[in-house]
């Protein structure tokens, strides 16, 4: 059955996924509340650069959030300055990487759901006394928040699938940054691996299941409340 | 309460009014297209336009050369539109309490006003999708109310409800009028609820106004009236005093050709032409002429033209040289087997006709 080191592995990856949503989930309201009610010519660049990892090869990603966050570079000294510690190759790299390659499909959800929400609901709101951000906060959000809770188990279940931008930024530290993916990897290339490598791709498929279940069942328990 | 001066040119069309008005109750009137909700939304601050200067009981809300814009939300000047635009993810009550100090209102002998003159009070723990049509528009319309505004805008509030329920929420807008007394600036393209809810009133016209003064003033004048009958469906008439019987309470007007309309009595010389009018739900068809009725108006017509429109039929009844119509349900053309070409008789009460001038 699975073995200690193996659970170490799948918790990681929740442990990780979960702190990507974590990370991303307030960014990626503003940014789809944004990109749904922001009406100027420079939107679709930030929409562009927005979705951007979700066409760019993972390693190259990777290799610029490396080339950002890396321990010789300005920001990742920087960091080291600050707080006596190191970013890449670690535990917190590794939701940094499943954060913004999980990004885009957060953001795009809650795009389309806010822009799903009847602009007059919020016209109305505003001539009953509420600015702008009790607006957003009364009308707008919890009128999307469907579309928040599966654009956040969408980037979940990509969080926990997340392989590229993860080997490059965050490398293959066991117990620290060695996530399902990483070790499915690690295992088929040892001797005899391949029979933990399976049990961890069954993990795999059954955590994304999960999850998106969850997300379908959210969006109907949405619908009919 | 209301001074606007603007100029706003769409591509299509363009806006460039001037309108000042004492209220309390300024009715905005207008075929669909004319500008009236493009007004309405540059009073409430949910549309800028290029240039002009709108000043609000007293209050400068936007100056344009001259910098000043004030957010929709500090106007105080609660929207009420068509589509009810509740807030589906809230109860009644939640509704009711959106605005800023609504919650505490609602619970105070004036908010408990409020919901007595609207009926809503039993309605307060409901959820919004099990309430019809016209009690939500109620629930809109107490929603406005309890954010304390010091003036109601209203955008067609009656115009997505059938003929029953409207004149329902018309009658509860003329008790907002007059036992609340918040002012109020409402657009409609129903002459009946300018005569009913308007002290003062302004025609527009491919975003000009037109015309501006009493509703009965406005109405009279042809061109107005014109407008009238091409956007509403109720009767109006300017028809000449052909008799007076005091003793019967009536007087006659002429509808042509020799037929007599009995009018509630009226000092108009005889020979001097008069408006009035009548709303089309006020006009019953019979196939033929009954006896013994207290109805003064028996007159004999013929169908010239039948329109569902929605859940009524409105059917065009040629009496004389004069054109009425009346609103029945399908139910009942069905019955009379109604077409075009048909004769029937139509009936019509003496105090259903109301004298406009």
């Known amino acids: 059955m699975t073995s200690d080191a193996e659970w170490a592995v799948i918790l990681l990856s929740i442990r990780v996924a979960a702190g990507a949503v974590a990370l991303s989930l307030v960014p990626g309201i503003a940014a789809g509340w944004l990109l749904a009610r922001w009406d100027h010519p420079l939107r679709a660049l930030v929409q562009g650069l927005v979705m ?74 505003r001539s009953l006394g509420r600015g702008p951000l009790d607006t957003f906060f009364r009308v707008t959000l919890p009128l999307s928040l469907p579309g928040v809770a599966s654009g956040a188990v969408l980037a979940f279940a990509r969080a926990l699938g997340e392989f590229g931008a993860t080997i490059v930024l965050a490398g293959n530290v066991a117990g620290e940054t060695r996530t399902i993916p990483v070790a499915v990897y690690t295992l088929l290339n040892v001797r005899d691996g391949e029979a933990a490598a399976m049990r961890l791709v069954a993990v795999s498929v059954a955590l994304a299941l999960a999850a998106l279940l969850a997300s379908f069942w959210l969006s109907a328990r949405k619908r009919s409340a | 309460m209301l001074e606007v001066t603007l100029a706003h040119h769409f591509s299509d069309f363009s806006l460039e009014l001037e309108l000042a008005s004492r209220g309390p109750a300024l009715g905005i009137f207008g075929a669909s297209g004319s500008g009236k909700t493009t007004l309405l939304h540059a009073i409430a601050g949910l549309f800028r336009p290029e240039q002009g200067r709108i000043a609000v009981a007293e209050r400068v809300v936007f100056a344009r050369p001259g910098g000043v814009w004030v957010p929709p939300e500090r106007r105080r000047l609660a929207l009420v539109t068509q589509d009810p635009l509740l807030f589906p993810h809230r109860s009644v009550r939640g509704n009711l309490a959106f605005a800023p100090g609504a919650g505490e209102r609602l619970d105070a002998p004036a908010g408990r006003r409020i919901l007595e003159v609207l009926r809503i009070a039993p309605l307060l723990e409901r959820r919004i999708d099990n309430l019809s049509g016209g009690e939500r528009q109620r629930v809109a319309i107490g929603r406005a109310l ?22 329902d929420v018309l009658g509860l807008l003329m008790q907002v009028k007059q036992t609340l007394q918040v002012p109020m600036i409402f657009v409609t393209h129903r002459a009946s609820e300018l005569l009913a809810l308007a002290d003062d009133c302004a025609v527009l016209e491919a975003g000009r106004v037109v015309a501006q003064g009493l509703p009965v003033e406005v109405l009279k004048r042809p061109r107005a009236l014109g407008l009238a009958s091409l956007v509403g469906v109720d009767n109006l008439l300017r028809v000449p005093v052909v008799g007076h019987d005091e003793s019967g309470g009536v007087t006659l007007l002429g509808l042509g050709s020799g037929v007599t309309l009995a009018a509630p009595l009226c000092g108009a010389a005889i020979g001097s032409p008069v408006e009035v009018g009548f709303y089309a739900d006020e006009v019953l068809i019979c196939l033929e002429k009954p ?67």
């Open chain 1, 52 to 125: 951007l990892p979700l066409v760019l090869p993972p390693v190259v990603t990777g290799y610029l959030l490396l080339f950002v966050l890396g321990r010789s570079r300005p920001f990742g000294q920087a960091w080291h300055a600050w707080t006596g510690g190191h970013i890449a190759y670690t535990t917190t790299a590794c939701v940094i990487a499943a954060a913004v390659v999980g990004f885009p499909l957060l953001v795009e959800a809650i795009r389309l759901s806010m822009l799903g929400v009847d602009r007059r609901l919020e016209q109305i709101s």
């Open chain 2, 146 to 167: 309890l954010a304390d505004p010091s003036l109601l805008l209203l955008d067609e509030p009656t115009s997505a409800l059938d003929a029953e329920l409207s004149r």
């Open chain 2, 291 to 357: 006896a013994g009725i207290s109805a003064r108006n028996a007159l004999a017509c013929d169908v010239v033209a039948i329109d569902r429109v929605g859940h009524e039929v409105l059917v065009g009844l040629q009496i004389g040289e004069t054109r009425i119509r009346a609103r029945i349900t399908p139910a009942a053309a069905r019955e009379l087997a109604l077409e075009t070409g048909r004769r029937v008789v139509a009936l019509v009460k003496t105090s259903a006709i109301h004298r406009l001038d």
